[in-house]
């Protein structure tokens, strides 16, 4: 009987080594998890920041007013293949978000299907 005591009471320590290593382990995942969106969100910052100071001042002013009619007149006064470039710059910094009424709807809907998956 002693002996069963012994066993069990070795098999709690090693089931406390392995919870507290378990919540190191967690509170270690954590903590690169938070560093790792951090440094997305301040590269999204920088690259967002890089592109309105390359575009004409004239689209920056779209851009800040969120003029679409005057980003079109704008758009038609620059050469084609500089417009192209400037408005996929736009894009890829997510300054301009193509369709972004369908972006939205699609968002909101996948939003309610996952929480109403819960």
């Known amino acids: 009987m002693n002996e069963l005591k012994k066993e069990r009471e070795e098999f709690n320590k090693k089931k406390a ?15 690169e998890l938070k560093g790792f969106k951090e440094r997305v969100q301040l590269r999204a910052r920088e690259k967002l920041e890089e592109a309105v100071k390359e575009i004409e001042e004239s689209l920056q002013k779209c851009f800040e007013s969120r003029d679409l009619e005057m980003l ?22 997510g300054l301009w978000v ?16 996952t929480s109403g998956a819960e």
């Open 98 to 113: 193509p369709d972004a009424k369908a972006a939205e709807q699609g968002a909101q809907e996948a939003s309610s299907e």
């Open 17 to 31: 080594r392995i919870q507290m290593a378990d919540q190191q382990y967690k509170d270690a995942f954590d903590d």
């Open 72 to 93: 079109k007149e704008v758009i038609a006064t620059i050469p084609e293949e500089e417009a192209r470039y400037h408005m996929k710059r736009c894009v890829d910094s």
